[in-house]
């Protein structure tokens, strides 16, 4: 039995599929499965159901992944300590960050990064939140930047800022002078929404759930559209196809287009969400954590409200979220 082994059938896991797991793995399909078929011979059961229309997993087989998963996070720690030596902040600190929060943070963060620890350069890896936590607890990156609350337990969390929501509308558009908008409004509007596997679109709906029942009907698929990222919504908006929802962050970077745009308020209380930090509750190097922390702090991200107490980390087994 080896690690790389491991990494496979976890893959295969994550995956449900052995041609996508290969790819994830950076080898061959045979390679992988003739190295998961040796790891099941070699301890006498089946991990995998194979042959029908999606990869199943035996009910042995998920307790050998979850402490497969273990394992990963233990060889990890183990590289890590031995990497990092006696400093903490020598070396790549690997960050996942979320799809709608990235495009925003990382301009401001990245240049502030530098000036305060140029000897931890950041290894990003932009994904979905359900995406980021799996790599997370595969020990594929460090720690996270994601939206809570996440569906997952186990992890430390630092909460960084909140930051609230805004409509977005065309320059042309009736509501463009109003000086607040009551989500309620939002239903009789052709909406612009992320696609399905986006938490902030998933928060869109939980403002205005009624949007659900058009996304889900046929008149739906003339009331709503969806967009791959909330950039191409926003250029889509400036067009004068329909309206969108936004954090609060995305404004400060309006593009060429801005002057198409108008950007309004929700009516109080306004809907907003919560960015934060998550990573293992086994990974070694917190002075990083700390620094990281430090540099989204200070790097002058505007339109957001960050939490005072910077010092409170909690486990979100916690139930605090």
Known sequence: MTLTELKYIVAVARERH?????????????TLSVAIKKLEEELGIVIFERGGPEIGITPIGLRIIEQAQRVLEEGAKVQEI????????????????????????LPKLVPEQIRQTPQMPLLLQENFTVK????????????????????????????????????AVPSTHAWADKEAIDPEALKSETMLLLGAGHCFRDQVLGVCPEL?????????????????SLETIRHMVATGIGVTVMPSSALAAPGQE????RYIPFTNP?????????????????EAINALTKAIMNCGLENVNFLLDKSVI????????
């Open 18 to 30: 052995f041609g996508r797991a290969a790819e994830a793995c950076f080898v061959s399909q045979p």
């Open 82 to 105: 031995a990497r990092q030596g006696n400093d903490p902040l020598a070396g790549p600190l690997r960050v996942g960050i979320i799809y709608t929060v990235a495009p925003y943070l």
């Open 258 to 261: 801005g002057a198409l745009l």
């Open 270 to 286: 306004a809907p907003d969400r919560r960015i934060a930090l998550i990573w293992r509750k086994s990974f070694p190097r917190t």
């Open 314 to 321: 909690y486990s979100n087994l916690d139930g605090l979220q």
């Open 132 to 167: 980021l936590i799996e790599l997370l607890k595969q020990g594929e990156v460090d720690c996270a930047i994601v939206a809570l609350p996440i569906p997952d337990t186990g992890f430390m969390v630092r909460d960084l800022y909140d930051e609230p929501f805004v409509v």
């Open 212 to 228: 659900s029942r058009f996304s889900a009907s046929s008149e739906g698929i003339q009331r709503t559209f969806e967009g791959s």
